[in-house]
């Protein structure tokens, strides 16, 4: 059998086919011999006779012969496949998405260091803590303002002009003492106690004043002597209790404290013997 090739896309085809089977090319015509043909009334292709499917299209021949010289060849108009553009792969791009329920993650390290800062945090809010636990608690501590200094001024003067105006002592002798001139506050309250002797109040302070001068033995010996005048004095005995801390005489600071605590447990300077005691935990 003589075959022949598509001169568009190169396909074998048998010598007789007008139209490439496989791209539909019409293919160039060859003059007929005037022999019998068997035409397919689906495509019109000129079979062989004998032939029951046409070659060109696969249709049913109805058998039906003529001359190749009377047939007009079918003018097909030959559509070429429609190509399909080849689209450029576009890069897929992808968008880091927050997962719900993950918080930020922390390293070993930054965990490791954030433990140290808390630590760190820690200790100097306990120092601060601690150091406000174990300042002496004053009889009155009226807060500190420009108005106090100009009332201290006030009474300076009228106490070197009457010494007798006890009063008047009594309050320079606070006042100072709030504004920490613990000297001076000292020596108003010594005018103060030589007429005033039983006065528990103004000995405490006192002691507290020489306390902060460094004076610890005479003023564990003004907070004594307040007891002597006032045994349930809660002020007098926390602030002995403070003092026997802060040199280191953990019995009688314990036993200070708790007396302080039983006289009134529900006062704010018993609440605050409690939270030593516990925090020593004598």
Do not use: W
């Not at 559509?79 to 927050?98: D, S, V, Y």
């Not at 003492?177 to 108003?188: C, N």
């Not at 007396?259 to 018993?270: F, K, L």
Request: charged share 30%.
């Amino acid at each position: 059998m003589n075959e022949k090739k598509c001169p568009f896309c190169n396909t074998t085809l048998p010598e007789e086919a007008k139209f490439c089977f496989n791209c539909g090319a019409k293919l160039e015509e060859k003059q007929s011999s005037g022999k019998e043909i068997l035409i397919c009334e689906v495509c019109g292709f000129e079979n062989k006779p004998g032939s029951k499917f046409c070659i060109s299209c696969g249709a049913v021949l109805t058998g039906t012969f003529t001359s190749s010289e009377s047939v007009r060849p079918q003018e097909v108009e030959f559509k070429p496949p429609e190509l399909e553009p080849i689209k450029a792969k576009q890069p897929e791009i992808k968008t880091k998405q927050k997962k719900k329920g993950k918080g930020f993650k922390v390293s070993f390290y930054q965990f490791f260091y954030l433990g140290l800062a808390f630590v760190f945090v820690g200790l100097i809010f306990y120092g601060v803590i601690r150091k406000e636990r174990t300042k002496l608690e004053p009889h009155q501590h009226p807060e500190v303002n420009s108005e106090i200094m100009a009332e201290i001024d006030r009474l300076r003067q009228k106490v070197n002009s009457n010494p007798d105006d006890m009063a008047s002592t009594l309050r320079l002798a606070n006042l100072l003492h709030d504004v920490h001139i613990f000297d001076q506050a000292v020596e108003y309250y010594r005018r103060y106690l030589k007429k005033n002797e039983s006065d528990p109040d103004a000995r405490v302070d006192m002691g507290i004043c020489l306390f902060e001068l460094g004076r610890v033995n005479e003023a564990i010996a003004e907070m004594e002597k307040a007891l002597t005048y006032a045994p349930k004095h809660q002020l007098a005995l926390y602030n002995l209790g403070i003092v026997n801390l802060t040199t280191g005489n953990l019995e009688k600071a314990k036993d200070y404290f708790q007396r302080c605590i039983d006289v009134d447990p529900s006062a704010e300077v018993a609440q605050k013997a409690r939270r030593i005691l516990e925090q020593h935990k004598f």
